[in-house]
């Protein structure tokens, strides 16, 4: 008899703010978590209107989301991280998040309500001693009931586990299913499903929660009373910190660049695109169109048969946005779109378009970037009787 437990091979759950008992989407009031006054004028404000604020009473429990930044922002794994404590936060506790580095985003949109930025510690920095020291000053001074961090390769999941190993505390790592009473993960290469109460370090998946909240915090700055943090890291000795190494763009796999242009049915100068991206500094991708015409390989089309990126910036030109391509995009934190049709689907997806010709466009972007590099004044403005539109992301 097979004695192995079959799993439901899908994700268990994504805790999402609406899954709460407590803070349910359009029923704050009656969660008990935001001012009546305040609510009331919500309800009859437009749609866009600002979110309420959570309310709490402040020193009573403390939860605390821990997370590097990344040129002044979270990504969206870390957001996430950030995002589970304030979803888990009731009206008896705080969430503070301690930030290695700066932090430039909102940090009560993140739903903090208290925000400490270790600028010293940024991601370039090498420093896990004084990093593991600075987590211990903020576990001491704000004594979180648990601590919330992504499970990433780039210095949380790193650190979590130090620790966790180090002050001998609670963890579960690669945590794909939580709520308050427990997390979840899978276990035994994946073929079992263990789930525990919640530890005092939370090593969260991708994508386990929803960053999507109803609510804000109160994202007010705080500091950590011990200077260790706040002076110059000081490890080196027993670490090597070799820096970092600018790597080619065209060697990056485009589901690693941070930098991406792209081409789509509308870009006619392959050859000009090309030299765009060089010039930039970018990796290449195309939609299907651009590929199945022979303009780039099939390693280079984004979307639902391609490959899903997560740029900070993305730039697509003369790309219709059609669903399988924005499928691929979803995770791409600015989207900037050149198109001669303001009607274009990817307007909405976009943070910025440009309604111009895409050819036009490259060529002035790419006299722009040249001017900027031989130190000039960058005079290159926009395509000459271009409109620029601001759009918000869906
Ligand atoms: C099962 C399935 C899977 C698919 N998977 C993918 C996928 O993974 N990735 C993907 O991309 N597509 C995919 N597609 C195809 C997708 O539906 C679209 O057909 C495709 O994305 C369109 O590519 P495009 O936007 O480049 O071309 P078009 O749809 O032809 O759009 C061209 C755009 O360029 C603009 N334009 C034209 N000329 C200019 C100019 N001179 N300057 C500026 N703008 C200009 C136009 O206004 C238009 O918006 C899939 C389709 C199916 C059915």
């Not at 709460?20 to 749609?47: C, K, M, N, P």
């Not at 009573?60 to 990344?70: C, E, F, N, P, Y």
């Not at 934190?333 to 036009?360: E, M």
């Amino acid at each position: 008899m097979n004695t192995v437990k079959r799993i439901d091979p899908r994700r268990p759950f994504v805790i999402a703010a609406s899954g709460l008992r407590r803070i349910t989407l359009g029923d704050e009031r009656a969660a008990g978590l935001v001012d009546a006054a305040e609510f009331a004028a919500l309800r009859g404000a437009h749609a866009a209107a600002p979110k309420p604020k959570r309310v709490y009473e402040a020193g009573l429990r403390t939860l605390l989301a821990v997370a590097h930044s990344d040129r002044g922002a979270l990504d969206e794994h870390a957001r996430q991280a950030v995002a589970a404590a304030a979803i888990l936060a009731d009206a008896k506790t705080e969430v503070v998040l301690l930030v290695f580095g700066e932090l430039t985003d909102d940090a009560a949109a993140l739903g903090a309500d208290k925000v400490v930025q270790l600028p010293l510690l940024a991601r370039p920095a090498f420093a896990p001693d004084q990093a593991l020291a600075a987590l211990r000053d903020c576990v001491q001074a704000f004594a979180p009931a648990h601590i919330f961090m992504p499970d990433n390769a780039t210095g949380d999941g790193d650190l979590g586990r130090r620790y966790a190993a180090q002050t001998r505390a609670s963890i579960a790592t690669r945590v794909v299913e939580i709520d308050a009473g427990h997390v979840g993960c899978y276990v035994d290469a994946g073929r079992s499903f263990a789930t525990r109460p919640l530890p005092e370090v939370i090593l969260l998946a991708p994508d386990a929660v929803s960053a999507k909240l109803p609510f804000v915090g109160s994202g007010e700055p705080a500091a950590l009373k011990s200077g260790r943090a706040a002076e110059p890291w000081h490890d080196a000795g027993r670490y090597g910190d070799h820096g970092t190494a600018q790597l080619d763009a065209a060697q990056v796999a485009l589901e690693e660049a941070d930098f991406i242009i792209s081409a789509g049915n509308g870009v006619t100068d392959i050859a000009a695109f090309e030299a765009l991206a060089r010039t930039l500094g970018a990796a290449i991708g195309a939609s299907r169109v651009a590929v199945d015409n022979g303009h780039f390989t099939r390693d280079k089309q984004v979307g639902a048969t391609g490959k899903t990126v997560n740029a900070s910036v993305y730039i697509a030109f003369g790309i219709s946005g059609a669903v399988q391509h924005l499928q691929g995009i979803k995770d791409c934190r600015h989207v900037i779109a050149v198109n001669l049709d303001a009607s274009a689907p990817i307007v909405k997806r976009a943070n910025l378009t440009v309604i111009a010709d895409a050819q036009s466009a490259m060529r002035a972007l790419a006299d722009a970037v040249g001017a900027a590099k031989q130190g000039g004044q960058g005079q290159a403005g926009p395509v000459a009787g271009t409109p620029v539109r601001e759009g918000l992301a869906a």
